[in-house]
């Protein structure tokens, strides 16, 4: 099935439902929670069934013919692949007459290998992401299971999720505790970004948050703007993110100290690739996924083959056992403590 969450000024508005309640938010609670959304739109196609909330099997499933693994966002009835695809990154690179081509092509491709989940932002390509991305649903004519799945959503009395994205702990909590307050509809799952050098929210912060309040995780970047491609190793090529004028913070990341000491750390983790026979990129998604409180990674792309290999790591998620996830934590020495550990 098809639904379509977003994160917009509606989730801000209180509901006059069955029990007659009404919105009592100051206006400066509301301006202030209204500046810190970011859109964030997915669609999701599952080939299971919608599961009640109430009723939330928290196994992972295995789409029969792709192979595509599905897990429930949080403790909601949505389940969507545990692979997205993030961003349309490519439309920076491909702002030309076959930009529609090639945004066809990856969510082709995408959606073809399980994958049921598109994440989307005005801020993408100044807003033709967005456009894009409708435009190519409308012409595959996917419009079907959307008309079933939000005919399920109405019948059961529900109209949307939302998330929020880079939001700390504290204001989740925020956020879910005026949603309680003012029967208003919380947030189920928070976008953060997470990869080998990057993982104490998502791996100390969000699993508190998951047990308390049942928000899920949904991750981005999971390759560090290309830096763990192995692309920067001797350098920084012409034609990646770091050689453009906009991404000179990135080019200053991977040139200093700490980012030459990323370097021989990555070529370390290649070897560990090259056992398991797969690349470094599908080692470090497949590496994401291990961690059983992801419910998707967003996966960033700018060509097909990038994304067919990419899509490659749920064939390496079998062999990320115990022994293999200790040897890169050996090799990254940044394994985060939470305050529990630090008791036992």
């Given at each position: ?15 006059n439902?069955?029990?007659?309640k009404?919105?009592t ?9 209204r ?8 669609i ?12 939330i ?13 599905y897990?429930?966002?949080g ?33 082709t ?27 190519i649903i409308?012409?595959?004519?996917w ?27 504290m ?9 309680r307050?003012?029967?208003l ?11 080998l050098?990057?993982?104490?929210k998502v791996?100390?912060q ?46 200053d990341?991977?040139?200093s ?9 990555l ?11 797969c690349?470094?990129p ?31 790591a ?9 022994h ?6 050996h090799i ?5 403590y ?7």
């Amino acid at each position: 099935m098809q639904v379509s969450i977003a994160c917009t000024d509606h989730n801000l508005k209180g509901r006059n439902g069955d029990h007659g309640k009404t919105n009592t938010t100051s206006p400066n609670v509301v301006n202030a929670a209204r500046a810190k959304f970011r859109t964030v739109a997915i669609i999701a196609r599952s080939f299971g069934s919608f599961t009640p909330r109430h009723h939330i099997s928290l196994k992972e499933s295995t789409g029969k013919l792709t192979g595509m693994k599905y897990r429930n966002l949080g403790k909601s009835g949505l389940r969507v692949s545990c692979l997205g695809l993030g961003d349309l990154l490519f439309l920076y690179f491909y702002m030309c007459v076959h930009v529609f081509q090639v945004a066809e092509q990856l969510m082709t491709i995408a959606y073809e290998s399980g994958v049921n989940l598109f994440d989307t932002a005005e801020v993408y390509a100044s807003g033709k992401a967005e456009v894009i991305l409708g435009n190519i649903i409308k012409k595959k004519g996917w419009r079907y299971e959307i008309v079933r799945a939000m005919t399920y959503v109405i019948n059961q009395g529900m109209s949307m999720y939302w998330g929020t994205s880079r939001w700390t702990a504290m204001e989740i909590m925020e956020a879910y505790s005026v949603a309680r307050q003012f029967n208003l509809i919380p947030p189920v799952c928070e976008q953060a970004e997470y990869h080998l050098f990057q993982r104490e929210k998502v791996e100390v912060q969000l699993p508190e948050l998951y047990h308390k309040i049942g928000v899920g995780a949904m991750t981005w970047s999971p390759l560090a703007c290309g830096i763990i491609t192995g692309k920067y190793e001797n350098g920084i090529p012409e034609s990646s993110r770091a050689a453009m004028k906009s991404y000179q913070w990135l080019k200053d990341k991977i040139v200093s100290e700490d980012g030459r000491k990323q370097q021989a750390k990555l070529k370390e983790l290649g070897h560990i690739a090259e056992k398991l026979g797969c690349t470094l990129p599908q080692l470090a998604v497949a590496w994401c996924l291990r961690n059983e409180g992801v419910s998707s990674v967003l996966l960033g792309t700018s060509n097909a083959e990038q994304l067919t290999e990419n899509l490659g790591a749920i064939q390496v998620l079998p062999k990320m056992t115990s022994h293999v996830v200790s040897d890169i934590d050996h090799i990254l020495g940044n394994r985060p403590y939470s305050k529990k550990d630090y008791r036992s």
